[in-house]
């Protein structure tokens, strides 16, 4: 089946066509808002991108499978190593935070292109010994997605494209996107959306999918002029929401198969993650605001406790010799601004910077009848007539689902002639794979990236 532009049209439901104008305009009004920004200093706006890169970094190695925490992560990109054992981990932290800083300062001559891509996957594993051989090179061998069961019996979750099929994928993936762009005729975040998807469902080098397919996204954002993008971190929205990232990935993946314009699952989730990173940067923008109507000496004492992570009275009058008195009078202004947070009582009191950020949890619609199909699948695949009917209602729907089920556009049962019971198609297989998938990511025993 060849791509073409139209495909990018998503097919939406009614409520999907509904909260996605709704975030369109809002995240659209957002990225008018942010070219009118100017009282943020520049030195704090610098600061923000640093945190952001140490965010974005720490979550976006996490997902796939990282253990360090941020404070590990900012150590690795200043430099420093953090233990011996994870020298893996630090491999990965380090590619992703260069590549990161990469994007942000060059994205206007970074064009969407398969040289370009081979060569930010070049830069996302230059550190990785293990990966060496073929970074920058479509992958030779398959690297479907795959569960690991506790006897260590391995289960393909997902089929990606094969080595064979991955140049051919990829060259029409890119021009095809390119030509999407130059059309103008669908929203840029729906083109970024389609694309990212489809990438992920090629999944085209034998390592650093996941990791790449994150940093696509803010090189697209970015040229197709979301400007505000390094200063609040998507990745960390993905990692928050990491089992609706799956489950509305393989949703789409799956339904593109038969129909490459039904991504629209994926799509909202996308324009949520953004909407929450949006908020985000709004809360933050919020607090820079304040800061301006801060006297010299609050700014002092707010820059201070946020290189500190925390200070006393005491070590704050110390820092910046500053009475006692003038310095409990200043921290009890910013308490109440919500500009710092105060600890403890009395002489055991400590403060930290504000953490009242707007919450970056998603909701996402529920799996449907997905839940019915795994139950079916769970216990053998094959399910009686009253069987069916008891687990139909069990799930709140009613008899009339059991026909849906067997019907003709997309069947996921079938009906045995010989003893009337149901059973699943090779297509219900699937979707009650990918409904248990989701279930078992908590367990850390998916091989994504």
């Known amino acids: 089946m060849t791509l073409t532009v139209e495909d990018y049209l998503p097919e939406l439901t009614r409520a999907q066509i509904g909260e996605t104008t709704r975030l369109l305009g809002e995240l659209d009004d957002f990225k008018g808002h942010w070219r009118r920004v100017v009282e943020v200093r520049a030195e704090r706006l610098a600061q923000l991108r640093q945190v952001t890169t140490i965010e974005s970094t720490a979550s976006s190695t996490r997902i796939e499978g990282v253990e360090l925490s941020d404070a590990e992560v900012a150590r690795v990109l200043e430099g420093l190593h953090v233990d011996s054992f994870r020298a893996r981990d630090e491999q990965e932290v380090r590619g992703y935070g260069e590549l990161l800083t990469l994007i942000f300062e060059s994205y206007p001559e970074i064009t969407l292109s398969e040289n370009h891509i081979k060569q930010l996957h070049s830069r996302l594993l230059r550190h990785s010994e293990k990966d060496e051989r073929h970074r920058g090179h479509y992958k030779t061998l398959d690297n479907h997605v795959v569960a690991r069961h506790p006897d260590g019996v391995e289960e393909v979750i997902f089929r990606t494209a094969s080595p064979f099929d991955t140049p051919r994928r990829m060259s029409e993936l890119v021009s095809t996107t390119n030509e999407a762009f130059e059309r103008g005729h669908v929203h840029a975040l729906v083109i970024i959306a389609r694309f990212i998807v489809d990438f992920l ?24 002029g979301y400007e505000y993008v390094p200063y609040s971190s998507l990745e960390r929205v993905v990692e928050d929401n990491k089992t609706q990232y799956y489950a509305a ?31 985000s940067l709004e809360a933050k923008l919020n607090v820079e605001t304040s800061m301006l109507q801060l006297s010299a000496t609050q700014q002092q004492i707010i820059e201070h406790v946020r290189r500190a992570g925390r200070a006393t009275t005491t070590t704050l009058g110390e820092a910046l010799s500053i009475p006692y008195r003038t310095i409990r009078y200043h921290l009890d202004i910013l308490v109440s601004e919500h500009l710092l947070e105060a600890h403890g009582e009395k002489r055991g009191r400590y403060y930290t910077p504000s953490t009242t950020e707007t919450s970056s949890a998603i909701s996402m619609p529920a799996g449907g009848t997905n839940g019915i199909i795994a139950e079916i699948y769970s216990a053998g695949g094959t399910i009686s007539p009253d069987a069916l009917l008891a687990l139909v209602k069990k799930h709140g729907y009613d008899g009339r689902t059991a026909g849906i089920l067997h019907g003709r556009r997309t069947p996921h049962l079938r009906r045995d002639p010989k003893t009337g019971n149901s059973v ?26």
Do not use: Y
């Open 201 to 224: 469902a090629v999944h085209p080098f034998q390592d650093g999918n996941g990791r790449l397919s994150r940093a696509l996204t803010t090189l697209l954002l970015l040229r197709a």
């Open 249 to 279: 990935l393989r949703t789409a993946q799956l339904a593109m198969r038969d129909a490459p314009s039904h991504f629209g699952e994926w799509l909202v989730f996308f324009l949520r993650t953004m909407r929450a990173q949006k908020q």
């Open 424 to 449: 699943l198609t090779s297509r219900g297989e699937e979707i009650a794979k990918q409904h248990l998938f989701v279930a078992r990511l908590a367990s850390d025993a998916i091989d994504q990236d």
